[in-house]
């Protein structure tokens, strides 16, 4: 566990650094910018919730009235471009109807 004056997120395998807007997944460094790095950083930090659209545009977006619903859809869609399919990992979980969860690590179910 590394401190310092810092916000950065650890979940295993997982570092986010939002003061650096640095992913890093196994010490390698995933190229994630801009609103879909907000959008991770946003839902890991409230990884026990499920944040709806409205929340993350009022969180993330300076004028949310501005911009259509749809930008969570295509950050949501960069994140898993970018960080799920290359590590085969899930992130994000959308739960219709009520907005999105990070789920990351997923439970597993060992029977």
């Known amino acids: 566990l590394r401190f310092g004056g810092t916000n ?10 939002p003061d650096e807007e640095k992913i890093e997944f196994n010490g390698e460094e995933i190229e994630l910018k801009g609103k879909p790095f907000e ?3 946003h839902l890991a930090r409230h990884r026990d919730q499920i944040v709806s659209k409205e929340q993350l545009l009022d969180a993330i977006w300076e004028e949310p ?8 859809e295509v950050a949501i869609n960069q994140i898993r471009q970018k960080m799920d399919k290359p590590l085969n990992i899930s992130t994000i979980e959308t739960i219709r109807r009520r907005g999105y969860r990070f789920c990351y690590p997923e439970a597993t179910d060992e029977a």
């Open 8 to 17: 950065v997120i650890e979940i295993e395998q997982l570092s986010i650094n």
């Open 39 to 41: 959008v991770l950083t």
């Open 65 to 72: 009235e501005l911009v259509t619903p749809n930008v969570i």
